[in-house]
């Protein structure tokens, strides 16, 4: 079966007998502009108004959104095209030098998101910022990044799954005639972290106790759901010489594991909320604010002539002992 199917028409039966045939870009003068990347970048631009918008909440500020940014995209290309093509080398080894050719597609998700935490690390330890405070706001970018870019996928009719009967199918109808009905694996993933977004946004709001909470929370979530609609999908990488998908086991991996992290802070380790980064910052600017003030009442009781009962005790104090000194000066 087909891993892509660019010139098929699209069709729901569930949703009446209609079909649409979108095309996959669209002419800007001499350029042709991809609905993927335009869907992309879309994404992208969410992700990063979202975490800006919320950033204060995790103790970091607008700016450091931007920053990491101009580090970030490069490094998750660069990982995300070293994760898809390790495990598509086949594809590759006649002529090496097409692993640059990005154009022509092949990115992988957990490369991106390890390509976005590297650069995250190296700018938060340059930057002297809370590494899991910061992981807490970026992985709402993720979310919403993988939320919409399944979308790309929809309008280039790939990443679909098995040919299936199920009520939520999809029909891929080619030029010729020939008809696929599939599993909308983009549409399970996008309506899946749809729904985890919503869950961590209002979550993070009021029960965020720890600093990397949310960034377990998403992996989970993620973890938990493309384990399942990875084993559906018809273009999985497969570790070398086996019949393992490599996202779905890393999936199952990164579930396991943050459940494991989540269940022992919840129960055994039970954090105090005070210890995260941002009331941690919230804690410094009060005592700097409040060092100054405290100076006060002593200022403006010497510019008034009162002193506190040390300062006064040391004055009547003084005379005598400039008298006693007066006294064997002279002799007596």
């Known amino acids: 079966m087909p891993q ?11 949703l009446g007998d209609w079909s649409i045939d979108p095309p996959t870009y669209f002419k800007l003068g001499p350029l042709n502009i991809h609905f993927y990347g335009l869907i992309i ?22 700016d450091n959104v931007y920053d990491v940014i101009i580090l970030g995209v490069p490094m998750a290309v660069i990982c995300s095209r070293i994760y898809y093509c390790a495990f598509h080398w086949e594809s590759y080894r006649e002529n090496p030098i097409s692993v640059l050719y990005i154009w022509e597609g092949g ?9 976005a935490i590297l650069a995250l690390v190296i700018y938060c330890r340059w930057k002297k910022l809370s590494i899991p405070a910061f992981l ?12 919409l870019g399944r979308w790309g996928n929809f309008m280039n009719r790939e ?11 999809m029909v891929l109808t080619t030029p010729s005639g020939k008809v696929y009905s599939v599993h909308p694996t983009f549409l ?14 209002f979550y993070s709001k009021k029960h965020r106790t720890y600093d990397g909470q949310m960034f377990l929370i998403y992996l989970a979530w993620y973890g938990f759901g493309r384990m399942f609609i990875e ?19 890393v999936s199952a991996i990164l579930f396991v594991a943050s459940v494991t992290i989540l269940l022992y802070n919840r129960f055994k380790r039970r954090p105090d909320p005070e210890n995260m980064f941002v009331n941690r910052q919230k804690a410094a600017n009060v005592a700097i604010v409040e060092g100054p003030a405290e100076a006060e009442p002593a200022a403006e009781a010497q510019n ?16 005598e002992i400039k008298e006693d000194t007066e006294g064997k000066d002279s002799g007596e």
């Open 4 to 14: 892509s199917l660019p010139d098929a028409s699209i069709s729901f039966p569930m």
């Open 41 to 62: 970048a879309t994404g992208f631009l969410l992700a990063v108004l979202y975490c800006a918008k919320r950033s204060r909440e995790f103790g970091m500020t607008p």
């Open 107 to 115: 990115l992988g998700m957990y490369g991106v998101i390890a390509g």
């Open 136 to 147: 807490d706001m970026v992985c709402f970018g993720f979310i919403i990044g993988q939320t």
């Open 159 to 169: 990443a679909f799954g098995y040919e299936t009967d199920i009520f939520c199918r």
């Open 188 to 201: 399970y993933e996008s309506v899946w972290n749809l729904i985890g977004f919503t869950f961590m946004h």
């Open 231 to 249: 084993g559906l999908r018809t273009d999985s990488l497969y570790l070398w010489g086996t019949s393992i998908r490599v996202s779905q086991l």
């Open 304 to 319: 008034s002539g009162e002193l506190p009962e040390e300062a006064e005790k040391e004055a009547k104090e003084e005379p």
